[in-house]
Every structure is written in structure tokens, then in C-alpha cells.
């Protein structure tokens, strides 16, 4: 027992990959799939929301049961509620938020994605009422311009 306490700890000390007779100390190994999800992580901090969206995308068709998949989801969900991203879209975003919460109940992320589900369904619900109020008061201008006329 103390021998193969020792090894370990020679190991520890004297780096990973390396043999200790007989014994291998190997760091964790990340998946592809976590390197691609860091990289469109990285390339969503800086401006580059439609090259990381297809890296997303990837990881999603390519690797659907990695652990690190609904990191992928919620990433896409992301990108669709920056402001500044070219592709935001606040309806897809729910939708894209509605399915990380669904499909990935218990990750990490489930819960910041229904956050984000509920704010965003209220967020619509009041750019609807606030359109159809602009129409009602286009149709009313109109109206009282008709009644003026003689």
C-alpha cells in the first residue's frame, strides 16, 4: 500500500502521461466536443456570432449526447438575445432556451434557460400587445381623418 501511495505521489510530482512502473497518472482528457464548444464559446465574445453559431451547430448534429451539449444549446440561445449579435431573434431564442430545458432537464444550464424561457415569453407577449396597440391607434388617425374630411 505505502508503495503505490509513493508511485502516485512520484507521479503527481513528476507530471502526467508519464509510465511509474507499471502505472499511468493521465490528466483528464478533453472531448472534442469540449473544444469545440470553448472555441465558438471564445469566438461568441468576440463579435464573431455567425462562426460561432455554425461551431455550435456542429457540436449539436455531431456530438447530440455529450455532456457538453446543451452547453452547445444554450450557447445558440445566446447568441439569439445579444444585442449587438446580428442574429438576434428573441422568438427563436425561446424556442432555442424552451428546448434546453426540456431536452437537458437536469444539466447546469436548465435553469438559466427557463429563466430565460419565462422573461422572453413576457418580452413577447408585450411587443404583441404594444403592435397591436400601434395598429389600433394607426386605424383610429385614420378614422378621425375620414370623420374631418367633409
Keep these: 500500500m505505502r508503495r503505490t501511495a509513493a508511485l502516485v505521489m512520484v507521479g503527481l510530482m513528476g507530471g502526467c502521461g508519464v509510465p511509474r512502473r507499471g502505472l499511468w497518472l493521465l490528466a483528464p482528457k478533453t ?45 445558440l440561445g445566446r447568441l439569439r438575445v445579444d444585442p449587438k449579435s446580428p442574429l438576434r431573434d428573441y422568438a427563436v431564442a425561446r424556442t432555442v432556451f424552451t428546448r434546453v430545458a426540456t431536452r437537458y432537464p437536469s444539466s447546469q444550464w436548465a ?27 394607426e386605424r383610429l388617425k385614420e378614422l378621425d381623418k375620414e370623420l374631418e374630411e367633409p
Excluded: F
Design 111 to 137: 435553469p438559466e434557460a427557463r429563466a430565460w424561457q419565462a422573461a422572453l415569453t413576457e418580452l413577447l407577449k408585450h411587443e404583441a400587445d404594444a403592435a397591436r396597440s400601434r395598429e389600433d391607434l
Design 31 to 75: 472531448s472534442e466536443a469540449e473544444g469545440l464548444v470553448a472555441q465558438a464559446d471564445n469566438l461568441a465574445r468576440t463579435n464573431a456570432p455567425r462562426e460561432a453559431r455554425t461551431i455550435y451547430l456542429r457540436v449539436l448534429r455531431e456530438y447530440p449526447d455529450d455532456p457538453v451539449a446543451p452547453r452547445a444549446l444554450y450557447g
